[in-house]
Every structure is written in structure tokens, then in C-alpha cells.
């Protein structure tokens, strides 16, 4: 079985600072890792992944993930933030093996970035 | 973008009473899930169906929840009986079967 930890429940910031969002996964078999985002009365998008390959991965709105197999953890970065991506960030798992396996979820964490 | 269109947006059903949630997956897609979000709380699987049946099923998902595929478009969650805990953000998925699974926009179901 999968679980993921996401430490912060809430994370303020102002307009243009650095951020991290910090996620650690258990698992004892190989794991895909997610990053979605859900912005106010809104479902939920996918911001990025890691499937294989490059341990870093991006998004296209300039936040990163790193895969780091050795401390498991999948975290979320961005240099310099928006007012518009204040929203709740969720970290996401799922095992790799056929078909589509499901996603075991992080409790989220709710960024809010102030002016 | 092709999206997963889930109806109603809200719905306020009484205590005991059936309800059915619906979701219209992307049309190529093989396998639907559906999640759900109590307030407040993580987002929890309960179930995932592909090729007409359920392939996994969560603890969650007991006895009074079922879902269907009744025809080529429509993936309907039933709760036969619906409990107060029962109130929750539900969120249907699907997947083409790449691990990239795209969500609906949720339905908030409110037992009173």
C-alpha cells in the first residue's frame, strides 16, 4: 500500500517570494508521482509528473518537482509566486504496475499568496 | 480539451434517500474512478471500473454504493441510503490507461 505526507497544511506567502510545498510517499513497490491543484470551487488539474526519466519535472505556470527516490519525497517549488496560484496543492502516488492504478492522495496543502 | 463533465454541480438529498451522481468520462478512455472529498479532509479513492467491471474497490465502498455504465457514455456512483457522513465533494476520473488520470469538476453532495 501507498500513503503520502504532505507536512503544511497552510502555507502564506507574499506576491513574488520562493515557495515550497513539501511531500513525502511510502510505498513499497515502484510509484508514479502527482502534483494536482484545485483553485477555489473548482475540481481537480493536474499540475505535473513524474513518470520516469528526469528526476525534475515542470509545469507550463513555472512550478517544479523533484523526485528524490533516496529521501522519498516529490517535492513542489516555484521561485516567485502569483496571487493566482493561491489554491490548495495536492500530492499524489500510484503504483506502477498495469493497466491504471489509483491515486493515493496527500491531505493537501492550502497555499495563499498575499499582496 | 476533451474534459470529464460531472452533473449535478450540488445536490441536497435527505437522509435515507437514493441518490445518483453522474459523469460523462472522455470519450476514449477505458477506465472511470471515483473519489471523494469530505470537508476539510483528503481526497480518498473508493473505486475504479474498466471493461464493464469494478477492477478495486475501497473500504469506503460498501454495500449501499454501487456504479454503472448504463450505456457508452454515462459512469453513475448510487448511494442506495444516504448517511449524514455521506456529505462530500465526489469527484469522477478517468484514464486511457497511461497513469494521467483527468477529474471532473465534482458534484457536492449535502445529506441533511
Known amino acids: 500500500a501507498q500513503s503520502v505526507t504532505q507536512l503544511d497544511s497552510q502555507v502564506p506567502v507574499f506576491e513574488e517570494a520562493p515557495v515550497e510545498l513539501r511531500c513525502n510517499y511510502s510505498s513499497s513497490v515502484s510509484v508514479y508521482l502527482f502534483w494536482y491543484v484545485q483553485y477555489p470551487n473548482q475540481g481537480l488539474q493536474l499540475l505535473l509528473k513524474?513518470?520516469?526519466?528526469?528526476?525534475l519535472v515542470e509545469s507550463i505556470n513555472g512550478f517544479e518537482a523533484e523526485f528524490n527516490k533516496s529521501q522519498t519525497s516529490f517535492h513542489l517549488r516555484k521561485p516567485s509566486v502569483h496571487i493566482s496560484d493561491t489554491a490548495e496543492y495536492f500530492c499524489?502516488?500510484?503504483?506502477?504496475?498495469?493497466?491504471?492504478?489509483?491515486?493515493?492522495f496527500g491531505k493537501g496543502t492550502k497555499l495563499t499568496v498575499n499582496p | 480539451e476533451p474534459e470529464v463533465t460531472q452533473t449535478p454541480s450540488h445536490q441536497v438529498t435527505q437522509m435515507g434517500q437514493e441518490v445518483i451522481l453522474r459523469c460523462v468520462p472522455i470519450?476514449?478512455?477505458?477506465?472511470f474512478y471515483w473519489y471523494r472529498q469530505i470537508l476539510g479532509q483528503k481526497v480518498e479513492f473508493l473505486v475504479s471500473?474498466?471493461?464493464?467491471?469494478?477492477?478495486?474497490k475501497s473500504e469506503i465502498f460498501d454495500d449501499q454504493f454501487s456504479v454503472e455504465r448504463p450505456d457508452g457514455s454515462n459512469f453513475t456512483l448510487k448511494i442506495r441510503s444516504t448517511k449524514l457522513e455521506d456529505s462530500a465533494m465526489y469527484f469522477c476520473?478517468?484514464?486511457?490507461?497511461?497513469?494521467?488520470?483527468?477529474f471532473g469538476q465534482g458534484t457536492r453532495l449535502t445529506v441533511v
Open positions: 470519450s476514449n478512455h477505458l477506465y
Open positions: 513524474y513518470l520516469s526519466g528526469s528526476t
Open positions: 471500473f474498466y471493461n464493464n467491471e469494478i477492477s478495486e
Open positions: 499524489a502516488v500510484s503504483a506502477v504496475r498495469g493497466g491504471s492504478e489509483k491515486l493515493v
Open positions: 476520473a478517468s484514464s486511457e490507461g497511461t497513469p494521467k488520470a483527468f
